[in-house]
């Protein structure tokens, strides 16, 4: 991603978010990623990826989900944790 991140970056783009930050956590018998993705509007986000202009990006992401991917639905966090806009902890 690093080496060609117009390819992500323009995928993202077409489905209308992007993920901001990537978290990992390793425990004694799984390990996890956590990605948080931001939009400026959820409801326009694109659902079927049938008009999707792929790019050389996809084959990795697709190596990724189906290598890494567990293989249960993933959790939305979004009702547990919710930031703020500028994605900075009150206090």
Do not use: H
């Not at 990826?49 to 790019?55: A, F, G």
């Amino acid at each position: 991603m690093r080496e060609n991140i117009e390819f992500p970056k323009s995928e993202m783009e077409q489905k209308g978010y992007f993920w901001d930050s990537v978290f990992y956590e390793k425990e004694d018998e799984f390990e996890c990623i956590y990605i948080v993705i931001k939009s400026d509007d959820f409801s326009n986000i694109m659902m079927d990826e049938s008009e999707l202009v792929v790019t050389p990006f996809r084959d990795v992401y697709e190596k990724f989900r189906t290598t890494c991917w567990a293989p249960e639905p993933y959790i939305d966090l979004e009702p547990v944790f919710c930031f703020n806009s500028s994605l900075t902890f009150s206090g």
